[in-house]
C-alpha cells in the first residue's frame, strides 16, 4: 500500500491507495472509531461497493446509508439540508463519522455537511472516481452550488483519511476516465518535470488499467497536491496553480451548458488554450504544447472547442469566475514540465483570437 501525508499539523491525515483495499480486512483499522456512521453514495456507486464498505465498519456500529441522485444538481442547498435533516434525526453528534463513497459530487457534498454538522464531525473520503482520487478527495475543498455559480458556498475542511482503490475504476464509464485523466496531465505541468515523461512512457499501461501503474499514477498525483496543499492550504497562494486550464475550463463548461462537457473534458482544452498563449508569447516551447496536445489526444479528450460558442461570451465568463481577483484576467500558464505561473492578463483581443482559433465564433 501507498501512504501519502498530507502535512496540516492537527489537520493532517494519510492518503491510503492500493488495489483491493475496499476487500482487504486491513483496512477497518484505517477507518477513526465511532459508534455511528454515515455512508453518503449514489445508488449506481451503492449498487457496487456499498456492502465491501459496510463491511469495514464496526460489527457494533450504528451504520446510516445516505443515497443522493447521481447528479452534479444534489451539490444544492435542497440535499445539504435534506442530509442534515437525516443525521439530526439520527443523532449524529461531533464524534460519529461521515464517509463519502462516490466521485466528485458525493464528496463536495459529504465534507459541507461533515464540516457544518455540530460545526463538524469525523469526515473519510473513499473516492471512486479518477478525478475524485487525484484531485477533488485530497485538499479540504467542500461546497455545493449556487444559482449564480459552482461551489460558491462551501468551506475548507480537512478528511480524517482518504482511501482509494484503483480497482473502483473499472467499474468507472470511459468518458470519465478521460475526464479524470486530464487532471492527471495537469499535474505534469505544475510540479513535475518527470512525470510527464512518465505519462508519455506509461500511457498505453494506464489506458489498459494495470493496476500497479494506475496506483503509482494516482500515488504520485496526491503527492503534488498534498505538497501544494500543505504549502497553502487556503489558496491564498501556490495552490491557485492548480487551476492550470481552469479559468479556460470554466467558460467552457458555463457557456456551453452544464452537462455538455464534463470538467475534465472543458480543462483539457483549458489547458491546451492556455499553452498555446504560452508558446505565441515565448513563455514555453512549443515541443511542449504539441507534447501536451498528443496525451490529450490519447486519453480521448478533446483539443477544439465544441460549436457555437461565442468567443466574447466565453471572454465575459471568464472575467466573472470567482478564481479572478482583480478586474484582469488571472491565467496560470505553463513554462514547460514543471513549472507555472499566475499571470494577470488584459489583452482581451489575444484572448478572443485564440478561442477563435481553437473554434469559438467571432
Ligand atoms: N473539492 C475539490 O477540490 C474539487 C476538485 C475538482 C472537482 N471537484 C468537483 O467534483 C465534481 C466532479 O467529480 P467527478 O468527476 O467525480 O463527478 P461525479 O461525482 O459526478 O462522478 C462521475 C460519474 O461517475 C460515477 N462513478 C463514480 N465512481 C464510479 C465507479 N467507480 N464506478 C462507476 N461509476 C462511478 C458517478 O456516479 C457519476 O455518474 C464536480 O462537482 C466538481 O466541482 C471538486
Not at 442547498?77 to 443525521?87: G, I, K, P, Q, V
Not at 489575444?350 to 473554434?359: D, P
Amino acid at each position: 500500500m501507498t501512504s501519502v501525508p498530507v502535512e496540516l499539523g492537527d489537520n493532517s491525515y494519510q492518503i491510503n491507495i492500493i488495489a483491493n483495499l475496499l476487500s482487504s480486512d486491513e483496512t477497518s483499522q484505517l477507518i477513526p472509531k465511532s459508534h455511528q456512521y454515515a455512508i453518503i453514495s449514489n445508488q449506481q456507486i451503492a449498487d457496487l461497493y456499498l456492502s465491501s464498505v459496510k463491511k469495514l465498519l464496526p460489527d457494533e456500529a450504528a451504520v446510516t446509508v445516505l443515497l443522493i441522485p447521481d447528479t452534479e444538481q444534489s451539490k444544492s442547498l435542497t440535499e445539504f439540508s435534506r442530509l442534515h435533516d437525516a443525521l439530526l434525526e439520527a443523532k449524529f453528534n461531533r464524534s460519529s463519522t461521515i464517509i463519502a463513497l462516490g466521485g466528485g459530487v458525493v464528496g463536495d457534498l459529504s465534507g459541507f455537511v461533515a464540516a457544518t454538522l455540530h460545526r463538524g464531525c469525523n469526515f473519510v473520503q473513499i473516492p471512486t472516481s479518477l478525478l475524485a482520487q487525484v484531485d477533488s478527495s485530497v485538499g479540504g475543498k467542500t461546497a455545493i452550488n449556487h444559482s449564480s455559480g459552482k461551489n460558491l458556498i462551501g468551506s475548507f475542511y480537512q478528511p480524517k483519511v482518504v482511501l482509494i482503490d484503483p480497482q473502483t475504476l473499472k467499474t468507472l464509464d470511459s468518458r470519465q476516465f478521460s475526464a479524470g485523466m486530464a487532471e492527471v496531465i495537469k499535474y505534469a505541468f505544475i510540479e513535475d518535470s518527470d512525470f510527464l515523461l512518465w505519462l508519455e512512457e506509461n500511457k498505453k499501461a494506464i489506458s489498459d488499467f494495470e493496476l500497479p501503474v494506475l496506483e503509482q499514477m494516482i500515488a504520485h498525483c496526491c503527492r503534488i497536491k498534498a505538497a501544494v496543499v500543505s504549502a497553502d492550504e487556503k489558496e491564498k497562494g501556490q495552490r491557485v496553480l492548480l487551476n492550470f486550464g481552469h479559468t479556460f475550463g470554466h467558460a467552457l463548461e458555463n457557456i456551453s451548458g452544464y452537462g455538455v462537457l464534463l470538467h475534465g473534458e472543458a480543462v483539457s482544452i483549458g489547458m491546451l488554450l492556455a499553452a498555446k498563449l504560452s508558446v505565441t508569447h515565448n513563455l514555453m516551447e512549443s515541443q511542449f504544447l504539441q507534447r501536451l496536445e498528443q496525451l490529450l489526444v490519447h486519453f480521448n479528450l478533446p483539443t477544439t472547442i465544441p460549436n457555437n460558442l461565442d468567443a466574447k461570451e466565453l471572454l465575459a465568463s471568464m472575467y466573472r469566475d470567482k478564481k479572478n481577483l482583480s478586474n484582469n484576467l488571472q491565467l496560470i500558464l505553463p513554462h514547460g514540465p514543471g513549472h507555472t505561473e499566475s499571470q494577470n492578463w488584459d489583452a482581451d483581443e489575444t484572448i478572443i483570437n485564440l478561442l477563435v482559433e481553437f473554434g469559438a465564433d467571432k
